[in-house]
């Protein structure tokens, strides 16, 4: 969004845009409801964290969709499962 705005200040009388987003690539973080469902504060909060800045990533990517006379386009790689993934915690 902040390419989106400053395109807008360089190039007033511009008609159209094309916005390149490159991400860093995500993780597969699958949360088994079995397993998180008696979580406390403490356990949420990675997770939790990891859904915030995913999913601001996701709403800037909606928000250029939705702009007029904007193409966007988000290029991200999957880096498969979280390591953590299916791995129990020690008690």
Same mark, same amino acid.
């Given at each position: 969004?902040?390419?989106?705005?400053?395109?807008? &200040?360089?190039? /007033?009388? @511009?008609?159209?845009?094309?916005?390149?987003?490159? #991400?860093? #690539?995500?993780?597969? &973080?699958?949360? /088994?409801?079995?397993?998180?469902?008696? =979580? #406390?504060?403490?356990? =949420? @909060?990675?997770?939790?964290?990891?859904?915030?800045?995913? *999913?601001? @990533?996701?709403?800037?990517?909606?928000?250029?969709?939705? @702009?007029? %006379?904007?193409? $966007?386009? &988000?290029?991200?790689?999957?880096?498969?499962?979280? /390591?953590?993934? *299916? $791995? %129990? &915690?020690?008690?």
């Amino acid at each position: 969004m902040c390419a989106l705005v400053s395109a807008y &200040r360089v190039f /007033p009388d @511009a008609k159209n845009f094309i916005i390149i987003s490159l #991400g860093t #690539g995500s993780l597969e &973080r699958p949360l /088994p409801f079995a397993e998180a469902k008696d =979580w #406390g504060l403490v356990h =949420w @909060a990675c997770p939790i964290l990891n859904v915030l800045l995913d *999913g601001n @990533a996701n709403t800037t990517s909606y928000e250029l969709d939705q @702009a007029p %006379e904007v193409s $966007h386009y &988000r290029f991200d790689i999957s880096l498969g499962m979280s /390591p953590e993934a *299916g $791995h %129990e &915690r020690s008690q």
